[in-house]
Nanobody, 124 residues
């Protein structure tokens, strides 16, 4: 089992940068694929990016390509999401999640553990 705690985010200006961190506790963090999702009220949770167990492969949603970068450090049990060129439509609660599935990492249903979320608000 793994526990996840997100940090970072807050209020950011349009076109700005922020970094979200996801700190894991528990055993065998390196066993899990880690993903970031986001959600706004009234909408389903949306895939942002994921990173494989070794940190060698990443997936990004189309809106995140070229703007968001996911990385992990298994020695620190940490996954980061760097977000550049932020837009007002990036405003959401961002969640990190851990999965031991072998595929389907774009889908929230395949993640077993979730953090509590951290708010990112992009001001125009």
């Amino acid at each position: 089992q793994v526990q996840l705690v997100e940090s970072g985010g807050g209020l950011v200006q349009y076109g700005g940068f922020t970094r979200l961190s996801c700190k894991a506790s528990g055993r065998n963090f390196e066993r899990y694929v880690v993903g970031w999702f986001r959600q706004v009220p009234g909408k389903e949770r949306e895939f942002v990016a994921s990173i494989n167990r070794e940190g060698s492969r990443t997936l990004h949603a189309d809106f995140a390509k070229g703007r968001f970068t996911i990385s992990r450090d298994n020695t620190e049990n940490m996954v980061n999401l760097q977000m550049y060129s932020l837009k007002t439509e990036d405003t959401a609660v961002y969640y990190c999640a851990a999965s031991d599935a072998v595929s389907g990492w774009r889908y929230a249903k395949n993640y077993d553990y979730w953090g509590q979320g951290t708010q990112v608000t992009v001001s125009s």
